[in-house]
């Protein structure tokens, strides 16, 4: 059982990316730093696809939220799991609604930042190039979702048919009604949307 950090920070040390990489990191999570960059993008190119976020945009987005937004997993000191999600503004919230939000290169205005809880998340991706890794990404998720950030809701969209079984299944989201791109959400439960 992982040790409930919440309560073990007070409000004026809170950070985001400090809750978010104490939580991950008893999961078996490090937060990437800016050298490991692309080569945490070329693993998540090749299981994900080649339209993802740059390494560029992955540096900046890691630096304006504080460490929360790219985490990898390691076996024998070798990346093999990439987990990313963007902390979302009040306004990337309200752009991601009104399906405006640019997940491969998000604006700075419409993350969170690194002092900042976030308004609603978007699930970035998830990438494993082994059974172990592919274990520790999905157990990462469901801990963002349902432990770490439980009273905002999730957004995602599935890349490929087997990112879209788990996201609705495992993970246990649902098409945003009306979507014209594919988004997916999960509700927190105080805030759960009749379908």
């Not at 999570?29 to 080569?39: I, K, R, T, V």
């Not at 076996?75 to 990439?82: K, L, M, S």
């Not at 306004?91 to 604006?107: K, W």
Request: aromatic share 8%; with cysteine.
């Amino acid at each position: 059982m992982r040790h409930n950090i919440l309560h073990d920070v007070r409000a004026d040390e809170w950070s985001l990316g400090g809750h978010t990489c104490r939580f991950l990191q008893q999961l078996g999570l490090d937060p990437a730093g800016s050298c490991e960059m692309l080569e945490a993008r070329a693993l998540a190119a090749d299981l994900i696809g080649p339209d993802i976020a740059t390494a560029a945009t992955f540096v900046s987005i890691q630096q304006h939220t504080g460490g929360a937004a790219l985490h990898l997993f390691r076996e024998d000191g070798q990346i093999t799991g990439v987990l990313g999600f963007a902390p979302l503004s009040q306004e990337g919230f309200r752009a991601l609604v009104a399906e405006t939000f640019d997940a491969v290169d998000p604006p700075p205005e419409h993350l969170a930042g690194a002092g900042d809880y976030p308004a609603a998340c978007y699930g970035w991706g998830i990438a494993g190039s082994s059974a172990a890794a592919r274990k520790a990404m999905v157990a990462a998720t469901i801990a963002l979702y349902a432990e770490i950030f439980p009273d905002v809701p999730w957004f995602s969209r599935a890349a490929t048919p087997d990112g879209r079984r788990v996201i609705l299944g495992k993970f246990g989201f649902t098409p945003l009604p009306g979507s014209s791109t594919g988004l997916l959400v999960h509700w927190p439960p105080s805030k759960e949307r009749a379908a």
